[in-house]
């Protein structure tokens, strides 16, 4: 059983509880237009699962019913137990590897360029992570772990590494040595020279300690959160797809067939030297280091909030309403990205209305086309009701910019 869709509701009552926590102590760790693009990235990475899904699932099918050695018992407390210990083994390499090597860097890079470190980071997940994490887990299925289980310890792994995104929870003595906590895991976040590419668990702390990743937060040097070479905007199309960019640049440009064939599988933040130019490198300074934190209006705040708790809305309506066919799916998953395009250019702090008055013209069409089909028709209401308002909105919003 998948849990996450559960567990939904308390991370965001979890959220809020710590905004208010934060700001009664006069230490508040949220920024709105960081936080909205956290959210507009889990809901993404949510989506695109979806789709995904259906081939992991099919190899894991295969793999389960033809090629294991054997079939644990899925009553007994052993199974369980067994699988969720050696389903974090797995995902430590798998997360060591999406830090060490840039294909699978690439696909992971988008949870770690927040620069601030709340519970909404945790929900900053990458679009592209599931193209690749499901080769890691074949093992379980080849060893007998039957997928029901598989799909369950999967989700618990997750929904405990919920709690450990958060600057409020201190070190927490005797447990910090077997488990992952908030302290070591801010660790993982840092880009601080001492800290970056350590502690990769998920759940236990353990696998760190056995291959020599661990590393214990040092009150004297501040975790500083995000990536090196800054993002500098809060577009979550860019935040997915700069690094794969960044290695078809190196393989088109660089001289050296090696090169070309190397950049995909090289270590992170190498670079071809056959290149015909030069590549300036991410060095790291904690002193000159600055978010990137844009002065926009409070209308437009209000605006690109109201954005996010519709997608929300249509992600609860439209994608998980069973009514969508493959192709209505498609399309669904491709408005919502476009409309977290759209946002991010607000929240960038630049004008974004003409774009926006074409996302809107969409959302009109889409809710005409699903008006039409009976079985979407309410949904397609709020829809049309929804496009109206945002057209209201515009010439206020147009004040301020």
């Known amino acids: 059983m998948d849990y996450i869709t559960y567990a939904v509701p308390f991370f965001l009552l979890a959220l809020l509880i710590e905004l208010i926590y934060g700001i009664a102590i006069n230490k508040n760790t949220y920024r709105l237009n960081d936080a909205i693009s956290n959210l507009f990235m889990g809901t993404l990475r949510t989506a695109n699962k979806l789709i995904i899904i259906g081939a992991a699932g099919y190899v894991f099918y295969l793999a389960e019913t033809n090629f294991a050695i054997w079939r644990m018992d899925i009553n007994s407390w052993f199974t369980w137990i067994f699988a969720f210990v050696i389903y974090d083994f797995f995902y430590y390499w798998f997360h060591r590897i999406s830090h060490e090597r840039q294909i699978f860097w690439a696909s992971h890079v988008a949870h770690h360029q927040s620069e601030d470190y709340n519970l909404s980071t945790a929900l900053r997940q990458t679009g592209t992570g599931a193209f690749v994490s499901w080769v890691f887990y074949i093992p379980m299925f080849l060893i007998g772990i039957p997928s029901y289980v598989f799909i369950s310890v999967a989700s618990l792994n997750l929904i405990y590494q919920f709690w450990v995104h958060s600057e ?57 959160y995000g990536i090196r070479g800054t993002l500098n905007t809060f577009n979550p199309i860019w935040a997915n797809l700069h690094v794969y960019v960044k290695i078809m640049r ?25 290149l015909p130019y030069q590549i300036e490198k991410d060095n790291f300074n904690a002193e000159s280091f600055k978010k990137f934190n844009p002065v926009i209006s409070k209308q437009h705040k ?14 609860l309506a439209f994608i998980q309403s069973g009514y969508l066919n493959y192709a209505q799916l498609w399309v669904t998953i491709s408005m919502a990205a476009f409309t ?50 945002n057209f209201l909105s515009l010439p206020l919003i147009n004040r301020t910019t």
């Not at 209000?302 to 992600?315: D, E, P, R, V």
């Open 340 to 389: 977290m395009y759209c946002t991010s250019i607000w929240l960038d702090g630049k004008k974004g209305t003409r774009i926006e008055i074409v996302r809107l013209a969409l959302c009109i069409s889409i809710g005409i086309y699903a008006y039409l089909q009976i079985s979407l028709s309410a949904i397609a209401i709020s829809v049309l009701v929804y496009s109206v308002i």
């Open 168 to 224: 409020h929870i201190p070190k927490l003595g005797w447990f910090e040595n077997y488990f992952v906590t908030a302290s070591n895991h801010r660790v993982h976040h840092a880009q601080n020279e001492q800290y970056i590419d350590k502690n990769y668990g998920g759940v236990f702390i353990i696998w760190d300690r056995m291959f020599g990743t661990h590393k214990i937060e040092n009150e004297d040097e501040p975790c500083i």
């Open 250 to 274: 190196e393989m088109l440009s660089s001289q050296d067939w090696k090169d070309k064939l190397y950049a995909p599988f090289a270590r992170t933040g190498w670079s071809p030297k056959s």
């Open 302 to 315: 209000i605006y690109a909030l109201f954005q996010y708790l519709f997608i929300t809305y249509i992600f």
